[in-house]
């Protein structure tokens, strides 16, 4: 009898998280904090104290964040740092500058 038998309401172990899909997904979710603030990549990377650059490869899940980053991007979007590892709204690549409104 296996500890599962044992008590059927211990679930099952879920899959081990892919890192390249968490980082892309915290990127986009940062992206999407960004323009949920009107917030231009340039003017974010302003607030942020942050090369463009760097920024730019944050969002596209390119570049791996320290917790001190983390802490920091959360801060200055003013929302708490758990909240950039929330499912984005779309796992949808965009591309090019947004429409004018």
Do not use: H
């Not at 302003?46 to 730019?56: A, G, I, S, V, Y």
């Not at 964040?65 to 929302?79: D, F, H, M, N, Q």
Request: proline share 7%; aromatic share 2%.
């Amino acid at each position: 009898m296996t500890e599962r038998d044992a008590d059927p309401n211990l679930e099952e172990p879920e899959a081990p998280e892919d890192p390249e899909r968490v980082l892309k997904d915290v990127g986009r979710r940062i992206a999407e904090l960004r323009r949920a603030r009107n917030w231009t990549q340039e003017e974010a990377a302003e607030r942020l104290e942050m090369p463009l650059k760097n920024l730019q490869r944050v969002e596209r899940g390119m570049q791996n964040l320290t917790i001190r980053t983390l802490v920091r991007i959360a801060s200055t979007y003013g929302v708490r740092t758990a909240e950039l590892f929330e499912a984005p709204m779309s796992r949808e690549v965009r591309r090019g500058r947004p429409r004018k409104g």
